[in-house]
C-alpha cells in the first residue's frame, strides 16, 4: 500500500512538474508571439510612412509641372491634360490591371492593339480605380489612343462623354495634400478666384527631381532595358506632358545639355521594335507611340 501511495505520489509530481514545463512553454511561446506582432505591426507602421510619401506617375508628372510657390501648372501648357491619362494607363499596366492584346500571327501595331483588364482588384487609388472600371466595362475594348482621348473628354461623340474623368488635376493635387506635399490656398486673378497648391515639402520634390537627373546623368545605363521601368515611364510621360525640362532647369549648362541629348536618345528609339524585346511593358511603349505619332 505503500509502495503503491509512493508511486502514486511520484506520478502526481512528475505531472505537475510536466503541466508546470508546458505552461512555461506556453507562455515562452506567447512571447514569441507577441514580440512577432509587435515586430510585424512596426514593419506595418514603416511601410504605412512610406506610403504616404509614394506617389503615382500622374502625381510625379503633376508636381514637376507645379510652381512650387504659385502652385498651379502653366496656362500655356496643354499637354500635361493628356499626359495624365497616359500616365493612369502605364500605372495600372505597371500596377499588373492591364495589358494589350496579343500582337497575333499578322503581328499588329502597338497603336491598333486594344487594352484589356487583366484583373479589376482595387488600387486604392481613386482616379485609377475609375479608370479601370471604365476600361473593364467596355465592349468591345478600345485602343490606348483612344482611352487617352476618351479619358481626357476629346471627343465627338455625345454617348462617350461619361468616359472622361474630371478634375483630374485638382484631384491629384488634394491627394498630394492628403501626403504633405502640397498645401490649399485662395488666390485672387482679377475676375475670379483660383484655388491653388503651393509646395509644402520640398524635401518631397527634390528627391523626385534628383531621380530624374540621376538617371541620366550618374545613373545612366545606356540602354532604357536596363533602367528602372518607373523611372524610364516617369522620364518619357513628364516629356509628353512638357514638364521634363522642369527638372533639368537647375543643372549648369554642360549638365543640361547632356541630359537632354540622353532623353532625345531615348525618344528617338521605334516603340514597335522596343516592345518586341523580352521583359517589356508594351502598354507604356504604346503610349509612347500614342504621343510621338
Given at each position: 500500500?505503500?509502495?503503491?501511495?509512493?508511486?502514486?505520489?511520484g506520478l502526481v509530481q512528475r505531472k505537475t512538474e510536466a503541466s508546470r514545463n508546458a505552461a512555461a512553454d506556453k507562455e515562452k511561446g506567447s512571447g514569441?508571439?507577441?514580440d512577432e506582432a509587435r515586430?510585424?505591426?512596426?514593419?506595418?507602421?514603416?511601410k504605412g510612412d512610406s506610403k504616404e510619401t509614394r506617389l503615382t506617375l500622374m502625381e510625379e508628372v503633376l508636381l514637376l509641372g507645379l510652381k512650387d510657390r504659385e502652385g498651379y501648372t502653366s496656362f500655356w501648357n496643354d499637354c500635361i491634360s493628356s499626359g495624365l491619362r497616359g500616365c493612369m494607363l502605364v500605372e495600372l499596366a505597371l500596377r499588373g490591371r492591364l495589358h494589350l492584346e496579343p500582337c497575333g500571327?499578322?503581328?499588329?501595331?502597338?497603336?491598333?492593339?486594344k487594352v484589356i483588364c487583366k484583373s479589376d482588384a482595387p488600387t486604392g487609388d481613386v482616379l485609377l480605380d475609375e479608370a479601370l472600371k471604365h476600361i473593364k466595362?467596355?465592349?468591345?475594348?478600345?485602343?490606348?489612343?483612344?482611352?487617352?482621348?476618351?479619358?481626357?473628354?476629346e471627343t465627338w461623340n455625345p454617348l462617350k462623354l461619361h468616359y472622361q474623368l474630371r478634375n483630374v488635376r485638382e484631384r491629384l493635387a488634394k491627394n498630394l495634400v492628403e501626403k504633405g506635399v502640397?498645401?490649399?490656398?485662395k488666390q485672387n486673378f482679377l475676375l475670379f478666384d483660383m484655388t491653388t497648391h503651393p509646395l509644402?515639402?520640398?524635401t518631397i520634390k527634390q528627391r523626385l527631381i534628383k531621380k530624374v537627373q540621376d538617371s541620366v546623368l550618374d545613373k545612366w545605363v545606356n540602354d532604357p532595358h536596363r533602367m528602372d521601368k518607373r523611372v524610364l515611364s516617369l522620364i518619357l510621360l513628364a516629356h509628353s506632358s512638357d514638364v521634363l525640362e522642369n527638372a533639368f532647369a537647375p543643372l549648369q549648362d554642360d549638365q543640361y545639355d547632356l541630359c537632354m541629348k540622353r532623353v532625345h536618345s531615348l525618344l528617338e528609339l521605334e516603340p514597335e521594335k522596343e516592345s518586341t524585346k523580352p521583359n517589356v511593358n508594351e502598354l507604356m511603349w504604346a503610349v509612347v507611340a500614342a504621343f510621338t505619332k
Open positions: 500500500m505503500t509502495s503503491l501511495t509512493q508511486r502514486t505520489s514569441d508571439e507577441d515586430r510585424g505591426e512596426e514593419e506595418d507602421d514603416d500571327v499578322r503581328r499588329k501595331s502597338l497603336l491598333a492593339r466595362e467596355t465592349q468591345p475594348p478600345e485602343t490606348v489612343q483612344s482611352w487617352i482621348e476618351l479619358l481626357s473628354g502640397l498645401t490649399t490656398e509644402t515639402n520640398s
